[in-house]
């Protein structure tokens, strides 16, 4: 089989380590429209629970990425210069270019060579394929093109984010919430390398408009977030990597593939970066592209079974984080409340945990908060 895989991020640069892997007789051209070592961003996160599913499918892998993977057990909240860990969430990161390097290193090892700094034009460039793989992005050319075949939905959210780093070192995926003259900020910040973090600040539509954020340059505004994290950041400054401020896309297809040609990762979905979900899901969509295909004799049937298959799982994830991004549209009103009720109130934002659950995962955390509430306080 001959296939064209578009964009060299993760689900792409996976989907064709996989299949190549599996299938070493097939035909594999990988394009890539940045060289091989451009991203943007810094460090992406995966839960405990992700990491096991692709063990089960991949532990090679998983090996080969664990060893650079900083790890975790809590999540610690910061709000009015007060400190509450949440225990039992574990996660690990690594940096989204020692990723992509990981995978690159895999995808060469199994006798595909991407395709850096070529960019394709038009969806006809790639006629002859018998598969068109579509992990092109938020941005995605191939969505763009057959909008209405795919019923593509594209929106956003209110909040502004800018996506910074710092070589300050955080001990746990953490968040700081900060009330200012002008309005509130949120920052979520973790290691992802022993002396690098990432460092996202938000803000909501009103704070970024006080601040007269529309007119600031990239430098005025890091420059801004230091002073508003100061405290947070104890001496150390943000680093800029295209960090200009955006609103989070929601991107949502309805159908998912078009004749041979099937979407992947953001060009097909996108989930709300609270949740920390977006690498794992399109990691998780070549897993699953790939056994649909090995399921199926003809390429259409396949791509018919991938949705079939995987979309009710995508929309669980999906309907999560968009409870989870409504939760952050409205964090200056938490804000106000009491700490344990407000770390409540952050850790149940998804609808995926209930008491039983949290009592069963963060029993240190669940037993302070019970007994501030029988204690009539929420601190």
């Keep these: 089989m001959r296939i064209a895989v578009i964009g060299g991020g993760p689900g792409g640069l996976y989907f064709a380590y996989l299949w190549k892997k599996r299938h070493p007789g097939a035909r594999i051209d990988l394009f890539e429209q940045n060289p ?23 532990p090679d892998t ?10 975790w057990k ?6 009015r210069g007060e400190t509450v860990e ?24 199994v006798g595909v060579e991407p395709r850096y700094d070529t960019t394709i034009q038009s969806v006809d460039e790639l006629d002859g394929y018998d598969l068109i793989v579509a992990a092109d992005g938020l941005n995605s050319l191939v969505r763009r093109t057959f909008e209405k075949e795919f019923a593509a939905s594209v929106s956003h959210s209110s909040n502004k ?28 910040h973790y290691r992802y390398a022993p002396g690098m973090s990432t460092f996202l600040v938000e803000c909501d539509a009103a704070t970024w408009q006080r601040y007269g954020f529309a007119d600031k340059t990239i430098e005025q505004s890091q420059a801004i977030c230091e ?26 297809n309805e159908r998912w593939s078009l004749r041979n040609t099937v979407l992947i990762g953001d060009a097909l979905h996108s989930a709300h970066f ?22 199926e004799a003809d390429v259409s049937t396949a791509l018919e079974r991938y949705q079939a298959e ?29 700490l344990m009720d407000f770390a409540y109130s952050y850790i149940t934002r998804s609808g995926r945990i209930d008491d039983a659950r949290l009592r069963a995962m963060s029993p240190a955390f669940m037993a302070r908060y019970e007994a501030s509430k029988n204690h009539g306080t929420s601190r």
Excluded: C
């Design 36 to 58: 091989a070592g451009a991203t943007w961003g810094f460090g992406v996160v995966f839960s405990e629970q992700a990491l096991e599913f692709l063990r089960a499918d991949d």
């Design 62 to 71: 998983v090996e080969a990425i664990a060893p650079r993977m900083e790890s």
């Design 74 to 79: 809590n999540i610690t909240l910061h709000l």
């Design 86 to 109: 949440i225990d039992g969430v574990g996660f690990s990161s690594i940096g989204r270019l020692e990723l992509l390097t990981i995978l690159q290193a895999r995808v060469r090892a």
């Design 161 to 188: 984010f800018a996506w910074y780093g710092t070589s300050k070192r955080f001990e746990t995926l953490s968040q700081t919430f900060v009330q200012t003259d002008l309005g509130s900020f949120n920052a979520h």
């Design 227 to 252: 002073q508003v994290f100061a405290s947070t950041l104890d001496g150390h400054a943000l680093v800029s990597n295209k960090s200009v401020w955006r609103n989070f896309p929601w991107i949502w």
């Design 274 to 295: 609270s949740i920390g979900s977006g690498t794992r899901l399109a990691i998780e969509d070549a897993i699953a592209l790939v056994k649909a295909l090995e399921a």
């Design 310 to 338: 995987r979309k009710p799982i995508v929309q669980k994830l999906v309907k999560a984080a968009r409870t989870s991004a409504d939760w952050y549209e409205k964090f200056p009103e938490h804000m106000q409340l009491g």
